[in-house]
């Protein structure tokens, strides 16, 4: 009787959750799931060893949902077993879902399976349905892409490319072995496909963007990124945003959410970044991977020097002693803490946050090239949002080298400059343009010279003789041009030459900008902040907030007039946000301090219209450490 009772009262609460477009967990703003690799939801059928784990892990991070996986590694995991866990989780109201991972070897270089050998073929689809007919939602980790060179797959692909016989041959095997089987054991099944982070090598393994997340019901997004500099992936921090925005721009509405191991992290800070950057994109869940690599001990060797100054993250802050809901405390074990510190911090005030914006940059499909720039570009202050299709209607569009795999791209170029709308080209795309028609709109030339620098001119103050200086020497491609057809804004200087930085031509109604990027595409960081500052200018013209400063200090800007700004340096820094000038104010969001700024009077320069007027705030941001503003505009006198 009670039970029923509890039952139905149970269900009156998740009928009040959904319409408050609250969670039913523990956070405001989002779902938190727990991954549990098949090795892990092997154990689950022992109750104790599972109670135990999960006390622990709940206690320091709440959980809404776990993942069980089927299959890794050539290992399957017996029904009885996996009923065992999710009776284990459904009476705790925690939300089961499905996961299958298609390795036959992760420790062998990531083996796949062979999708052109009959029996392995067989085994994909027996996994499918195996799951499926156990679960009605099912995710599948990174690996459903194929890196098999066999004498049967070399024979498979005859003359075509690896990534085109790859792409094709995944297509069929997400149909034909995954969602079509799984589908017609369990019509309601949801299939969802997880993609890893290395989305500009994807169609190299046969992922495919395009066809793939219309085959499944759903996508979901590695924001994983570990260490910038020594993990060999060298992925950038910014990527742990726009590549969650940039899926969801893949398959609207349809980004289940974002996905962050604890593997390859020097200091706390950076697991604690992953986590928040993918919050920053609005991802409405969060996949904690795994089960078992949050219940390690929390190593105290990844303390950062900054810890104890007011920065972000805090080792001693994360490690106090955590209130239960029963009023007692308990002390902080292991790493699933730093993951329930992060994300507590980070959901009171998420919700303030509107739907994030950036300039728009378009990536063909299976496209390549300038590997992974819009996450530098994304680090120098510079908001991004990546699109597969191209944005003709934006006012500002930016280009990097992998918009050459649009065959009509020079022509949607010119079209936008007739309309009015200006472009920026990156130095690696007027090269893959060369011979292309790009000469129709301005001529210039590229080639394999290089120039090494590291001094900078800005045309606007070439009269005051300002020249800014890098911290060291950098390489970049020389472009030339033709006296008065086109011009240097800004310029670098190599011995008594010198070479464009950004570089304009007017044509038609608006004007092509091509900015030069260092042959190390790190070296952008180098750029000095007023190099960084002009190009800002150029790019985020139409935003009402503007970062000014060095780079390694990003901004991320939402539709509603808020905006974080995020400082991945080591030490603190002193930044300037230029704002419109309808804004008198900034509220610093989480503090609930007010910040006053100082107007800036507009300059008109060589009769050019005057630049609207800018109110500028200064702020320090601490070591790894963001800060969260609203923009408020002066309080109108009431009249009655
Ligand atoms: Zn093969």
Redesign the pocket.
């Known amino acids: 009787m009670h039970k029923h009772i509890a039952r139905i009262v149970l269900g009156v609460l998740t009928l009040m959750a959904l319409s408050s477009t609250t969670f039913a967990g523990g956070y405001k703003n989002f779902k938190v799931a727990v991954y549990a690799p098949a090795r892990d939801v092997n154990q689950m059928g022992d109750a104790n060893w599972l109670e135990t784990r999960w006390n622990e892990i709940t206690r320091q991070v709440k959980v809404d949902k776990i993942y069980l996986e089927t299959h890794r590694d050539s290992f399957v995991v017996d029904e009885q077993t996996i009923a065992k866990a999710r009776k284990f989780f459904e009476s705790r109201g925690i939300e089961v879902a499905g996961g299958i991972t298609y390795t036959i070897a992760e420790s062998n270089r990531f083996q796949t399976f062979?999708y052109?050998?009959p029996e392995q073929r067989a085994k994909a689809k027996e996994i499918a349905e195996y799951t499926a007919r156990l679960f009605d939602e099912v995710i599948l980790d990174d690996f459903f892409f194929t890196n098999?060179?066999?004498e049967?797959?070399i024979k498979a692909k005859g003359n075509s490319s690896w990534s085109e016989f790859r792409v094709e041959l995944m297509k069929g095997a997400a149909k034909n072995l995954v969602v079509g089987p799984a589908k017609a054991v369990n019509p309601k099944v949801k299939m969802v496909i997880k993609y890893p982070n290395w989305y500009e090598h994807f169609q190299g393994c046969g992922f495919d963007l395009e066809v793939e997340p219309k085959i499944f019901d759903g996508i979901y997004t590695g924001t994983e990124t570990r260490d910038p500099v020594y993990r060999d992936q060298h992925l950038q921090q910014y990527e742990s945003y726009l590549i969650y925005r940039y899926f969801e721009n893949v398959k609207p509405g349809g980004n289940g959410g974002g996905w962050v191991d604890t593997f390859d992290i020097r200091y706390m800070d950076r697991y604690a970044e992953q986590l928040w950057l993918t919050m920053f994109a609005k991802a409405p869940e969060i996949t904690l991977f795994s089960f078992g690599l949050i219940l390690r001990p929390i190593p105290e060797e990844l303390r950062a020097d900054w810890h104890g100054t007011g920065t972000s993250f805090d080792f001693n802050e994360m490690m106090k002693p955590i209130k239960l809901a029963d009023g007692t405390t308990v002390q902080p074990t292991t790493m699933a803490r730093p993951a329930g510190y992060a994300l507590e911090q980070v959901d009171r005030f998420l919700g303030k946050l509107g739907k994030p914006i950036g300039i728009k940059s378009y990536k063909p499909y299976h496209s390549t090239g300038e590997d992974f720039l819009h996450n530098y570009i994304g680090m120098c202050g510079i908001p991004m949002d990546l699109l597969p299709e191209f944005p003709a209607e934006a006012n500002m569009v930016f280009l990097t080298e992998s918009a050459k795999f649009d065959e009509a791209i020079v022509q949607k170029i010119k079209a936008r400059l007739i309309a009015g709308k200006p472009v920026m080209i990156t130095s690696g795309l007027l090269k893959a343009l060369q011979g292309k028609g790009i000469e129709d709109i301005v001529e210039l030339r590229i080639g394999d010279e290089k120039a090494v620098t590291k001094q900078f001119l800005r045309r606007r103050d070439l009269r005051g003789g300002n020249v800014y200086e890098s911290k060291s020497e950098i390489v970049i491609p020389e472009i030339k041009y033709l006296t008065n057809d086109s011009w240097e804004d800004i310029l670098c200087l190599a011995g008594s030459n010198g070479y464009p930085i950004l570089h304009s031509a007017d044509y038609a109604n608006s004007r092509l900008y091509v900015l030069t990027i260092p042959d190390n595409y790190g070296d952008l960081y180098k750029y000095p902040a007023e190099v960084l500052n002009q190009i800002r200018e150029v790019l985020t013209r139409d935003f009402y907030v503007r970062l000014d400063g060095p780079s390694q200090v990003a901004l991320f800007v939402y539709d509603n007039d808020t905006f974080i700004v995020e400082s991945f340096l080591p030490e603190p820094v002193d930044v300037k946000l230029v704002i419109d000038s309808r804004f008198s104010k900034l509220r610093d969001v989480v503090s609930n301090d007010e910040l006053s700024g100082e107007a800036l009077a507009s300059q008109p320069r060589g009769g050019g219209p005057a630049a609207p007027e800018k109110t500028i705030f200064s702020v320090q941001l601490k070591p790894d450490s963001y800060r969260v503003f609203k923009c408020e505009q002066p309080v109108a006198t009431a009249i009655r």
Do not use: A, L, N, Y
Request: with cysteine; charged share 25%.
């Open positions: 062979c052109t050998k098999c060179k066999c049967s797959c």
